[in-house]
């Protein structure tokens, strides 16, 4: 029988914030793509730059949802928060900035495809743990 998923101090257990994390995410990531399909087809800038600017309006949702529902810190100092989640997003916006160089321009695989791997990378290896341990930490920090 596998361990069960540890809790939180106000009850939230790992796989079920992870979940609520993912389907946020999904959320952002939606209005990320859109921005940056809108400027890439629309007015033709680079992939690269329609990604960090796409990972940036994507982020200032991603925050709102993560401290209202995914992570219930919605007490609080919201400019402390804030700040560690430009922090952890300005990270992540480098990321996948990297990760889409390396994948459309060096690999060569189409923007979208390449956009939809490194983002699922970037979520679960860095988002989910900044956001959940440094972000929207448990404790009176914020």
């Known amino acids: 029988m596998p361990p069960r998923a540890k809790r939180s101090a ?3 257990g790992l796989w079920s914030t992870l979940g609520r994390h993912q389907l946020g995410a999904v959320a952002a990531t939606a209005v990320d793509f ?3 399909i809108a400027l890439v087809e629309g007015l033709r800038v680079s992939p690269v730059t ?6 940036s309006v994507g982020a200032v949702t991603n925050f709102f949802l993560g401290r209202a529902w995914v ?3 919605h007490s609080g100092h919201w400019a402390a928060q804030g700040s560690r989640y430009a ?3 300005a990270a992540s916006a480098g990321w996948n900035a990297l990760g889409e160089h390396l994948v459309y ?3 060569g695989i189409q923007y979208m495809v390449a956009r939809v791997f490194v983002s699922i990378a970037v979520s679960l290896l860095w988002n989910f743990p900044m956001q ?3 972000v929207f930490r448990d404790g009176g920090a914020g």
């Open 50 to 55: 329609g990604t960090v600017v796409g990972a």
């Open 34 to 36: 859109a921005v940056m």
């Open 105 to 107: 321009d060096v690999a």
């Open 132 to 134: 959940r341990r440094f």
């Open 87 to 89: 922090a952890v997003a």
């Open 10 to 12: 106000d009850g939230q």
């Open 71 to 73: 992570f219930r810190r």
